[in-house]
């Protein structure tokens, strides 16, 4: 099908002015394909102004790509968590809330004799130290806390800022931990600190929650200790030849 030749006139007179392709396809409704622009446009000279335009135009787009697919991605992000978050079924059962809880603090807890959770998350203090009440009838009057700071922050306002999450009461915050100064400080240091919550007397507790973790891992830790058998070796460390 032959093209309507006033389509041809308007696109040479569009392209005289220093418009793009794509600018002259818009203008055109895009009724033109790119290819037969590009054969009737490339007999047509571009003033000098017009090249700077378009030129211009170009690493203006071509900066604002990465921008764009930023905000593309963290739409798409968006649209993902809102999916997830009706993927479950809320309010959380007693069982599920019970192990939620656990799983935590196997990844975030103390390992050690303490019964305690260390993270500078409000969230995931504020989660936990209800757990703890919840699961354990523990009060945050309670239980002890410790910040870890740097010298450059306020060290009262911090502590009242962890007191309004957890619930701990001002005279349950032990000694802060201040940073000694150096140089090579982050300006990007953590607002809030960290904070450690512990639960007085809590070893017991500390222990339940490991069994809990056991009766849901039984089905695989027979296979972790047969995996970690098999490569006992690597357990096994020797020091290197001293040469005399």
């Known amino acids: 099908m032959k093209s309507d030749p006033s389509l041809r006139i308007n696109a040479v007179l569009l392209r005289k002015k220093g418009l793009s392709y794509n600018e002259i396809r818009k203008q055109l409704k895009n009724s033109i394909a790119k290819s037969t622009l590009s054969l009737w446009l490339k007999e047509i000279p571009l003033k000098p102004e017009h090249h700077q335009r378009l030129y211009t135009k170009q690493i203006q787009i071509l900066t604002k790509g990465p921008k764009s697919q930023k905000e593309r991605r963290e739409r798409e992000i968006e649209e993902i968590i809102e999916k997830a978050i009706k993927e479950i079924k809320t309010p959380l059962s007693h069982e599920t809330y019970k192990l939620f809880g656990a799983a935590l603090y196997w990844a975030e807890g103390s390992k050690t004799k303490n019964f305690e959770i260390t993270n500078s998350d409000p969230g995931l203090i504020a989660f936990a130290t209800k757990w703890f009440e919840d699961i354990f009838h523990v009060s945050p009057k309670t239980m002890k806390a410790h910040l ?18 957890t619930g701990i009461p001002l005279n349950r915050f032990g000694k802060s931990f201040i940073k000694p100064p150096n140089k090579g400080y982050k300006k990007n240091n953590l607002y809030y600190g960290t904070i450690k919550v512990r639960v007085p007397k809590g070893t017991d507790m500390k222990h339940r ?19 970690q058998r098999k490569w006992s070796g690597l357990t096994v460390t020797q020091r290197p030849p001293v040469n005399l």
């Not at 056991?214 to 089905?219: G, V």
């Open 148 to 165: 870890n700071i740097y010298p450059q922050q306020n060290e009262i306002q911090i502590k009242r800022f962890w007191s309004d999450i």
């Open 209 to 227: 929650i490991f069994g809990w973790i056991k009766a849901a891992l039984q089905d695989i830790v027979p296979k972790i200790k047969s995996k």
